[in-house]
């Protein structure tokens, strides 16, 4: 790239990453604190629901007690271990951390992206996805614990980028112990796991932005000699024996009252209150008889079906797959709730550099397709929650037009997406110099 043209892609000072960073960092510090003076003075709170559950599980761990003493909190003690100073500093203590993880998300967006030799115009934009989308930004401050789980996923990402499996397996297991569905990233990481690549003391390849060659989609080698190699058995050891260990450690101070609540509850839970889910209205006509395992967990055939089809098809393109499998696992799940959806808005930025979506009118269509679906469900949610009429099969139906309007997004930036594997392909200096010779 010629100096000219190093020029022209700079980006103005006003949108240079350092400024983007700064103005987040206090818009987030400015929602916190009119947050405090919404919470005290008006009837309809800023603060999520969920972020004075924490609180509340905090405040009994700090005490000695239990965190699942306080209803509904089906988390990891991490969590609320990491919450204690709520209850020592100030009660705004984990909108802080949040908040930073939010930030953090931003800058590891940043990271992939330079990594993979992304314009810095591009990579601005691209960041501000995250740091500027209102989804996200209120996720943080309203206490939400999300930004956390976003933060280890991408850190994830840059430690296979950077050949460092014992730390990527560690931060995996980790996360699965924290947040129970990166599970679903388990396999595509193991088959990115090429030994030809992961070589002890070297830096995988990586395909950069502008490699014409990641147009053209490779193979895996599913010979059993190869699946079960050195790097995948390592990081499947070292991510479930920390996954394992975490579990072990939370069951001995909390017993069974963790294993069901954080674990168990998770694969079987039937929630009869309305969400996106199209399951829900099944789950509420049926909820006073008792659903059996196999019934519960049936539910789960058309993710898990879902799941391997993404799998198999795009795993070479991790990023991109991590990001399919996310859409595909919220929109097909038994309990959608508004949170799930910054799971995979951490990673869209990190597909948009390879998509050939034009904003218009693709990308304005998909954007109102997918917008207007969720406002349609809001509309009659509103009608049952605030106004009490009967509108279950309405909504119901709306749930179902959320799913179609998610599988039509979902098609459209597969079909616009450029293929583009996380990893180069290995040259060995025999192929070089059978190359030169030719």
């Known amino acids: 790239m010629s100096p000219a043209s190093d020029k022209t892609d700079e980006s103005p000072k006003w949108m240079s990453f350092r400024s983007l960073l700064l103005s987040s960092m206090l818009l987030r510090v400015f929602l916190i604190v009119y947050g405090e003076w919404q919470d005290a003075h008006m009837e309809v709170r800023y603060t999520d629901v969920d972020y004075i559950v924490f609180s509340d599980a905090a405040s009994l761990m700090a005490s000695g007690e239990s965190p699942y003493k306080r209803t509904t909190y089906r988390y990891s003690p991490l969590l609320a271990l990491l919450l204690v100073p709520n209850s020592i500093f100030h009660r705004s203590w984990g909108k802080f951390l949040f908040s930073a993880s939010d930030l953090l998300v931003g800058l590891f967006i940043r990271k992939i992206l330079k990594q993979r030799k992304v314009s810095e115009k591009v ?91 990641s147009t053209e989609k490779r193979t895996f080698d599913f010979s ?62 049926h909820y006073e008889r008792q659903f059996s395992a196999l019934e519960k967990l049936i539910s789960f055939l058309p993710q898990f079906t879902v799941q391997l089809a993404l799998v198999f098809c795009f795993s070479q393109d991790l990023v991109f797959c991590m990001f399919l499998q996310t859409v595909a696992f919220v929109a097909f799940n038994k309990v959608i709730t508004a949170q799930y959806f910054v799971w995979f808005y951490c990673l869209l930025p990190l597909i948009l550099p390879w998509s050939r979506m034009k904003l218009k009118w693709e990308g304005i269509l998909c954007m109102v397709l997918w917008i207007g679906a969720q406002t349609h469900w809001l509309l009659w949610g ?42 180069g392909q290995y040259v060995s200096s025999d192929r070089k110099n059978v190359t030169k010779l030719d």
């Open 123 to 213: 990579c601005t934009v691209s960041v501000m996805v995250w740091l500027l989308n209102p989804f996200t930004f209120t996720i943080g401050t309203r206490g939400n614990c999300e930004p956390i789980v976003c933060a280890m996923i991408l850190w994830i990402i840059i430690s296979l980028m950077k050949g460092n499996l014992s730390q990527a397996a560690f931060w995996y297991g980790l996360v699965v112990h924290f947040r129970v569905y990166p599970i679903i990233y388990a396999l595509p990481i193991i088959l990115v796991l090429d030994s030809k690549l992961f070589r002890s003391g070297h830096k995988p390849p990586l395909e950069g932005w502008t490699d014409t060659s």
């Open 382 to 423: 509103y009608m049952l929650e605030f106004k009490g009429v009967n509108v279950f099969l309405q909504l119901w139906m709306a749930s179902l037009v959320f799913l179609a309007a998610n599988t039509f997004v979902l098609v459209k930036i597969i079909q616009r997406h450029r293929f583009s594997p996380l990893f």
């Open 224 to 285: 059993v000699g190869s699946l079960f190699s050195r790097e995948r058995i390592m990081f499947g050891l070292i991510s479930g024996a920390v996954f394992l260990a975490c579990n072990a450690v939370s069951f001995y101070f909390y017993g069974h009252e963790f294993l069901h609540e954080a674990l168990l509850y998770h694969l079987t839970r039937t929630d009869p209150r309305h969400n996106f889910s199209i399951y829900f209205y099944h789950i509420y006509l």
